[in-house]
């Protein structure tokens, strides 16, 4: 079955502008997470949505946003770019939104800022 | 506050011998943990798990170790392969089980 798909997977913002990024689930996976990978801190929390709800948050400022929709397709939005957000965005999906399931990942959205 | 540190950036291993990377955590109510492996331009892939429960888990050439008491785990690879070249990242859930909590990774270079 298709793995988790994240588009676009790679773009180029300058600062003060906003991104969207989109995520789509493996089929049947109804928890979506987004994760930052840089090279200094390694994969940072975002946040987790489990049937349309946020369920917990990362320790990121307000700019970073995300959403999950009802076919369990999540998009996350960063406002005011920063260059410090120059980084590997990673979606991941699960079955369940509690508990042990293991965590698929998509091969991520690799933001630029200039 | 990393939570889960690895504290070896990099590994170095020839092909054949054993890889061991190790992790440790400080939140004591994690109890579940997870290696995953990651290929430039490529997510992480799951690799291997352990419950709280368990002292060691067994995946064919993998096995992971827990000690609870000195909040410690360690990835052994057995035999070591060119292909396991890849950046390894250990993590953590706890109680809530929404997030794991990653570690910065070490880097495993398996040279022939």
């Known amino acids: 079955k298709a793995g988790v798909t994240q588009t676009p997977r790679y773009l180029i913002k300058t600062r003060g502008q906003q991104v969207t990024l989109s995520c789509s689930p493996i089929s049947g996976h109804r928890s979506v997470s987004w994760y930052q990978q840089t090279p200094g801190q390694g994969l940072q929390f975002l946040f987790e949505?489990?049937?349309?709800?946020?369920?917990n948050k990362g320790n990121f400022p307000g700019r970073f946003s995300g959403r999950q929709f009802s076919n369990s397709r999540s998009e996350m939005n960063v406002s005011t770019l920063e260059l410090g957000d120059s980084a590997l965005y990673l979606c991941?999906?699960?079955?369940?939104?509690?508990?042990?399931?293991?965590?698929?990942f998509g091969e991520g959205s690799r933001l630029t800022v200039l | 506050d990393q939570q889960v540190k690895q504290n070896s950036p990099s590994l170095s291993v020839q092909e054949g011998r054993i890889s061991i990377l190790n992790c440790d955590y400080t939140n004591s109510m994690f109890d579940y943990f997870l290696w995953y492996k990651k290929y430039p331009a490529e997510g992480p892939t799951f690799l291997i798990s352990i419950s709280s429960i368990k002292d060691k888990n067994e995946d064919g050439r993998f096995t992971v170790f827990l000690n609870k008491s000195a909040k410690h785990l360690s990835l052994h690879i057995v035999p070591s392969q060119p292909g396991d070249s890849a950046v390894y990242f250990c993590a953590a859930s706890g109680n809530s089980g929404y997030a794991l909590n990653f570690g910065k990774g070490t880097s495993l270079l398996v040279t022939p």
């Open positions: 949505y489990f049937s349309e709800t946020q369920r």
């Open positions: 991941a999906s699960r079955i369940r939104g509690l508990g042990t399931g293991e965590l698929f």
